[in-house]
């Protein structure tokens, strides 16, 4: 029979580990509503949206926040019940896997998601806090209710909580030369600076899509191509992109790229994509190993520090500029027929 002071440290490490597995659980539902949303609205500042674009982000296609949520969950469970083992055991392997990620954002991508560092550190300290007893005692059922609703509050909130509508697209008073050369006297001009990789230039680029359909006037699409280091497939598709400009099917490749699993922007998968769109081959890799297109990537790169570009998708319909994946099919046919 635990002493006095003993019996206080048993509460307080169990009260710990409640209070660990409610924070890790609300930040991996504030990530989760992130990662499905087309704008962030919980963690938009510093590396957030980098670690986001990354495929260590969606291991097997599914959002890594949702084994934050049922980890944190279960442990949560586990604070009010007597399956010790099971929680320490459980408790040591999210430890373990917070370690890990931490790594992943040092290491690999070099960028730090303010929420990931509040679950995995929560993982850490619940590591530390559930293997830092053999037992706790029974918890009362008054006690067990307040956690069970604690923690659906954690997870429902971030999930269903009201968000501020989506930034109106900025109108530029000046616009960046890079943007001014291309424009054209009487002809609609959409300037995209794009990743064919990224998942935010995926979605805006089939609202731009739908939108130029609708917009009952030509237009003209110039990109440049800003391809991340953090994303494998960026310059393959950039380069592929390139080889069918000079061919004079950008727009299709632009199309084949966007719509193509990310682990097909490889060399061999952007040489399939455009034998499947009619280019000459024989052209298109020799374009490809040609010093002339990487220049031109260095050329577009340059043009969007020179433009100020900060996050991507940006586009340019004529003085309009959108910055992220927010903008609606009707506000783009709107800026289409003002421009």
């Known amino acids: 029979m635990p002493g006095p002071s003993q019996g206080f440290a048993l509460v307080m490490t169990r009260a ?3 209070l660990c597995s409610v924070v890790g659980l609300a930040a991996s539902a504030a990530s989760l509503a992130d990662s499905l949303a087309p704008v962030p609205a919980w963690c938009t500042a510093g590396g957030c949206a980098a670690v986001r674009a990354t495929a260590w982000a969606r291991p097997l296609g599914v959002p890594l926040p949702v084994v934050g949520v049922i980890f944190f969950a279960t442990m949560l469970a586990l604070s009010v019940s007597d399956a010790a083992r099971v929680r320490r055991a459980l408790a040591i392997v999210g430890g373990a896997g917070a370690i890990g990620l931490l790594g992943v954002q040092a290491f690999a991508i070099g960028r730090w998601c303010q929420l990931c560092l509040v679950a995995d550190g929560a993982a850490l300290v619940l590591a530390i806090a559930a293997n830092g007893a053999r037992a706790w005692p029974p918890p009362g059922r008054r006690v067990v209710g307040v956690v069970a609703v604690v923690g659906a509050l ?7 909580a009201p968000r501020d509508a989506a930034p109106a697209p900025a109108v530029a008073t000046t616009l960046p ?31 731009l899509v ?27 598709a950039a380069i592929a992109w390139c080889c069918a400009e000079r061919q004079g099917r950008g727009d299709a490749m632009a199309d084949a790229l966007l719509a193509a699993p990310p682990g097909q922007l490889t060399e ?3 040489a399939r994509l455009a034998a499947a769109i009619g280019l000459d081959l024989a052209r ?3 374009d490809a190993r040609s010093p002339g297109v990487r220049t031109q990537i260095d050329r577009d790169l340059a043009d ?36």
């Open 16 to 18: 710990l580990a409640i």
């Open 154 to 160: 954690a997870v429902v909130a971030p999930l269903v």
């Open 177 to 207: 030369d890079v943007v001014a050369r291309e424009q054209v006297t009487g002809q609609v001009v959409v300037v995209d600076f794009v990743d064919f990789e990224c998942p935010y230039c995926r979605a805006l680029h089939a609202r």
């Open 210 to 236: 739908a939108a130029i359909a609708d917009a009952g006037r030509p237009v003209r699409v110039v990109r440049k191509m800003v391809p991340l280091g953090l994303h494998a497939g960026a310059l393959p």
């Open 268 to 270: 061999e998968g952007c």
């Open 284 to 286: 298109y890799r020799a």
């Open 304 to 339: 969007a520090r020179a433009a100020g570009v900060r996050s991507l998708p940006t586009i340019y319909i004529g003085g309009v500029r959108f910055v992220g994946a927010a903008a609606t099919v009707e506000e783009l046919i709107g800026a289409l027929r003002r421009a």
